[in-house]
Every structure is written in structure tokens, then in C-alpha cells.
């Protein structure tokens, strides 16, 4: 999907935004606009700083210097709690190991959120529950705890429990990497439907025939910098840079 781009489609902007591990600078100056209805990929080599950079548009990490603007809001200057919660429950987060609540059953893991941070009447909690869980083939597992769930279907859940928040945005941390290689398909396919529907979309992962499939643009991340931002027409045909090419090099066969 071809998004149109304006300045008040402007989602998340970040202006050169750092960050340290101690003496190591794994964030170096990152610049960028995600604009409503985009589909973001981030690749990169492995520590290259993909995970830090998501990490800080929610702020579950904090940056050292620069800023995160989201909805115009730059909330790396969000002094309470109250009000990081708020924006927080704007992004949906998915990552590798699915942080699902094992101690509840699916049905519980999907609701808790929506009571208790979002208020909803448990009834209409769990009618949008099982909505989503359908929509997701996961609905007969309702009343099960997540240990009874293979990986994919856990994953699944992970994604249905962030958008039953209504999030603006979701970002994914390598959901697939974690997964058997029959269960992938079943996860990027979930990721697939959302992306056509329209969400928006940042996702770091390791799947190049899905990203070239499904980006609008593909930022390449390496030694903290944003190294190349293009479409996937570019990257995979006619990278600019030397570090892309030999990124591919090596993923690609
Ligand atoms: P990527 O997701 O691209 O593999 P990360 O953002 O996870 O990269 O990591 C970038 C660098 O920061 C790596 O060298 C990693 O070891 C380091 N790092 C990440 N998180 C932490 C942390 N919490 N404490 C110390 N070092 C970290
Ligand atoms: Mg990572």
C-alpha cells in the first residue's frame, strides 16, 4: 500500500536521538518520520541498535539526548507516570520472546489491560476478546493457560492482546525469530492483514521476502545510524551503500 505523505500525516518524528549502554553508543544521532498508515521495515546486522531504537519510541528505554515526537507530543519531556501510561497505550509492542502473562488464560490475558487500564466493562472486554482471538483462529483456546499454546498461537495472542488497546501504531521486535519455521507464515500473515488494513507499522525482522513484500520503506540500521532509507525497490535492487549490499550479501540467497 502506497501511503500519501504530508506533514500532518506525521505520526512519530525523532530528531537525533542518542543512547549509551555505559561506554557504549548504541544509538548515534537517529532521524526519522513515521507517517500514519506506514509500513516501516527495520533490518540490520545484530547488534546494530534496531532493538534500542523501538524500544525508545516507547520510551521502555530512555534516550539520552534528542527527541520522540508522537502526535506532536515530544514524550521523552513526560514528567509523570500518568501520562507516559497514556502514551504507552497509544503503541502496541510485540517482541521475539512473546511476553504473554502465563499465569492466565488467554481470555484473561486479552481483558486484563482493557479493565484495568482502559476501564472496560469485563462483558464488553471479552466480547472484543473473542472478536479479535477469531479473527486470529485462536478463539477455541479461550479458557486455556498460554503453556497449551504452540508458539505461533502464542504469538498470535501477543498481537490480538496489543490491538484490543487500539493502539495508533504497533511495533514488532523480531516476532517471528523465536518461532518454528511451520509457524512463521501464521504470525506474518496476521502482521499482513493488519498492515492492509491500514495500521501503522514498524517492524524489525529478519524475514526479506516479507519486508520487500509488505514495506513502504525500509530503513537499514547500523552503528546506531540510520544508514539507508528507501523503498524496498531500492534496497534490494540498488542500494546506495556498501554496508546495505553487504548486509544482503549475506542474508539473501
Ligand atoms: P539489535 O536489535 O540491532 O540487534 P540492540 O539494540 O539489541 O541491537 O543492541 C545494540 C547494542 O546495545 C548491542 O551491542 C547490545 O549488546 C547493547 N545493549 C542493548 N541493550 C542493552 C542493555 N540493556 N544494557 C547494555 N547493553 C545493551
Ligand atoms: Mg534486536
Redesign the pocket.
Known amino acids: 500500500m502506497q501511503v500519501q505523505k504530508n506533514n500532518s500525516d506525521i505520526l512519530i518524528k525523532v530528531e537525533n536521538l542518542h543512547k549509551h549502554?555505559?561506554k557504549?553508543h548504541?544509538?548515534n544521532g537517529i532521524y526519522t518520520e513515521i507517517h500514519k498508515g506506514e509500513v516501516v521495515s527495520i533490518i540490520?546486522?545484530?547488534?546494530?541498535?534496531?532493538?534500542?531504537?523501538?524500544?525508545c519510541l516507547n520510551l521502555l528505554?530512555k534516550p539520552d539526548q534528542g527527541s520522540v515526537f508522537f502526535e506532536g507530543t515530544d514524550i521523552t519531556k513526560l514528567k509523570n507516570e500518568k501520562e507516559l501510561d497514556q502514551h504507552r497505550q497509544k503503541i502496541g509492542m510485540v517482541f521475539q520472546q512473546f511476553n504473554v502473562f502465563p499465569h492466565l488464560t488467554v481470555l484473561k490475558n486479552m481483558t486484563i489491560a482493557m479493565t484495568l487500564e482502559k476501564k472496560i466493562k469485563k462483558a464488553e472486554a471479552e466480547e472484543t476478546a473473542m472478536k479479535l482471538l477469531k479473527l486470529v483462529g485462536i478463539a477455541e483456546k479461550a479458557h486455556e493457560y498460554p503453556g497449551k499454546l504452540s508458539g505461533g498461537q502464542k504469538q498470535r495472542l501477543a498481537i490480538v492482546r496489543a490491538l484490543a488497546m487500539e493502539p495508533d501504531v504497533m511495533l514488532f521486535?523480531?516476532p517471528t525469530s523465536a518461532l518454528d519455521p511451520e509457524m512463521v507464515k501464521e504470525v506474518l500473515n496476521v502482521i499482513r492483514h493488519l498492515a492492509e488494513a491500514g495500521m501503522t507499522c514498524v517492524i524489525?525482522t529478519h524475514e526479506m521476502g516479507f519486508v520487500k513484500e509488505i514495506s513502504d520503506r525500509i530503513l537499514f540500521?547500523d552503528a546506531?545510524i540510520i544508514q539507508e532509507d528507501a523503498s524496498p525497490e531500492q534496497i534490494f535492487n540498488n542500494p546506495k551503500s556498501e554496508r546495505v549490499k553487504d548486509f544482503l550479501g549475506k542474508v539473501l540467497y
Open positions: 549502554f555505559g557504549l548504541v544509538l540490520g546486522p545484530s547488534g546494530g541498535g534496531k532493538s534500542t531504537f523501538l524500544r528505554e521486535d523480531e524489525v540500521i546506531g
